[in-house]
C-alpha cells in the first residue's frame, strides 16, 4: 500500500510542477524579474528536494544513481523555470536545484517516520504554491 | 587517489580564471548580476573545495572539521569584496552554506554508515564515491562556463 501511495504522489508531484509551468508561461509578460528569481529558486528546491526524499524512501538501495536524479531534475526545473524570465534568473535556479538536490536524499535516509514527513513535505509545496499564486495575482 | 587530486586542481584552476575574469570586468556591473554571481559562484565552489579537502585529507579531527568552513567563507569574501559591501555579505553566507554542506557529503561519502545507508562492501563505496565526485566536478565546471558565458554578451 505504501509503495503505490509514493509512487502516486510522485505523479501528483510531476503534474502539479507541469500544469505551473505552463500557467507561468501563459503569465510570463505580468512577471517581473525579482518574482521570477524567487519563482525559479522555490521551485527548483522544491523539485529537488521531492523527488530525492520520495526516490530514497522508495528505492533505500539505489543511493548514487537517486543523488545524481535528483540533483539533475532539480537543476533542470530551475532552469526551466528561469529560462522564462532572464538569464540571470536561470544561473540562480541551475545552482539552487543543484545543491538541494545534492542534499535531499540524505535527508530521506537518516529520518524516521517517513510517510509523515512526505506529507508534511507536499503540505508545505501545496502551500508555497498558493503563496506564489497570490504573489502573481497581485503583480 | 590520484583521480580526486586532479579534480581538486581542475577545481582551484577554474575558480581562478573565474576570479581573474570578475576583477577583469567589475566596473561593467550592475547591483542584480552581482548579487547573482555572488551567489552562484560562491555556493558552488565552496560545495566542491570543501568535499574534496575533506576526502582527501586524514582523518585528522580540527583541520577536517575546520578548514573547509573557513575555505568556503575565504572564497565567498574573495568575490563578495570585488564590488560592493552587499555583495560581499552575500557571497559570505553561501560560501558558509556551502563549505558546511559540503564537509557533510564528504564525511557521507566516506563512511555510508553514518547516514544509514545499506552500502558496506569496500569497492562499492569507492565507485559511489568516485561517481559523485566527477558529477560535481562536471556540474561545477557547467556553472562557471554559463557565469563566464553571461559576461560575455
Known amino acids: ?139 | 587517489m590520484l583521480l580526486l587530486i586532479l579534480l581538486f586542481m581542475w577545481c582551484v584552476g577554474e575558480i581562478l580564471v573565474n576570479y581573474r575574469v570578475v576583477k577583469k570586468k567589475r566596473l561593467l556591473f550592475d547591483d542584480r548580476f552581482t548579487k547573482t554571481i555572488c551567489m552562484a559562484i560562491a555556493s558552488i565552489s565552496s560545495l566542491a573545495m570543501a568535499l574534496y579537502l575533506e576526502l582527501l585529507l586524514s582523518d585528522n579531527q580540527l583541520v577536517t572539521y575546520l578548514l573547509p568552513v573557513l575555505l568556503g567563507v575565504f572564497i565567498g569574501w574573495r568575490f563578495g569584496s570585488l564590488i560592493k559591501a552587499p555583495a560581499s555579505l552575500n557571497g559570505l553566507y553561501n560560501g558558509a552554506m556551502g563549505g558546511v554542506m559540503g564537509m557533510m557529503l564528504g564525511a557521507v561519502l566516506k563512511n555510508p554508515a553514518l547516514c544509514n545507508i545499506p552500502i558496506d562492501a569496500n569497492s562499492l563505496i569507492a565507485s559511489n564515491l568516485f561517481i559523485i565526485t566527477i558529477f560535481i566536478a562536471f556540474s561545477h565546471s557547467v556553472v562557471c562556463f554559463f557565469i563566464r558565458y553571461s559576461m560575455r554578451g
Not at chain 1, 521570477?36 to 539505489?62: C, D, K, Y
Not at chain 1, 535531499?104 to 503563496?131: C, D, K, N, R, Y
Open chain 1, 1 to 139: 500500500m505504501e509503495q503505490s501511495n509514493l509512487l502516486f504522489l510522485l505523479y501528483a508531484d510531476i503534474c502539479l510542477i507541469i500544469g505551473f509551468y505552463m500557467y507561468i508561461r501563459k503569465m510570463r509578460k505580468l512577471i517581473g524579474f525579482h518574482l521570477g528569481m524567487n519563482m525559479s529558486m522555490v521551485m527548483g528546491g522544491m523539485a529537488a528536494l521531492l523527488f530525492g526524499i520520495i526516490l530514497i524512501t522508495h528505492m533505500p538501495f539505489h543511493f548514487t544513481y537517486i543523488t545524481l536524479l535528483s540533483a539533475s531534475i532539480g537543476g533542470a526545473v530551475g532552469a526551466c523555470f528561469g529560462m522564462l524570465i532572464d538569464y540571470q534568473t536561470f544561473v540562480t535556479g541551475l545552482t539552487n536545484g543543484l545543491i538541494v538536490g545534492l542534499m535531499a536524499p540524505m535527508i530521506g535516509t537518516v529520518m524516521e517516520m517517513q510517510m509523515l514527513f512526505i506529507w508534511f513535505l507536499h503540505a508545505f509545496f501545496i502551500g508555497s504554491l498558493g503563496i506564489l499564486f497570490i504573489s502573481i495575482k497581485r503583480a
